[in-house]
């Protein structure tokens, strides 16, 4: 919906300064600021995405395989994973 609103030059020039210190706008500014006040959620931010070299490294054939704590040797056998199917509804 369009609107047309008188907000203060002060005030203003201020929210524009705060958008641009944020990248944004001064719109997304206003639209978020009156999400607060009415109590709704701000719209989820995406999650950092983790870099695969973090999670994941190659073994000896070079298979990717996911990093293990150091001293985690446990061992994965199909009936874990079966296991974990049937937990997850997979």
């Keep these: 919906m369009n609107t047309t609103i008188d907000i203060p030059e002060?005030?203003?020039?201020?929210?524009?300064?705060?958008?641009r210190s944020l990248g944004s706008?001064?719109?997304?500014?206003?639209?978020?600021?009156l999400s607060r006040?009415?109590?709704?959620?701000?719209p989820p931010s995406p999650a950092p995405a983790i870099p695969a070299t973090e999670l994941y490294e190659k073994?000896?054939?070079?298979?990717?395989v996911r990093k293990r704590p150091p001293g985690d040797t446990t061992v994965?056998?199909?009936a874990f994973v079966n296991q974990?199917?049937?937990?997850l509804g997979v």
């Excluded at 002060?10 to 958008?19: C, D, F, I, N, V």
Aim: charged content about 30%; overall charge negative; aromatic content about 8%.
């Design 59 to 64: 073994n000896q054939f070079g298979f990717l």
């Design 76 to 78: 994965t056998t199909n």
């Design 37 to 42: 006040e009415m109590k709704e959620p701000d």
């Design 25 to 33: 706008t001064v719109h997304d500014l206003i639209v978020t600021a």
């Design 10 to 19: 002060p005030l203003y020039q201020k929210a524009a300064e705060r958008a």
């Design 84 to 87: 974990l199917r049937e937990e």
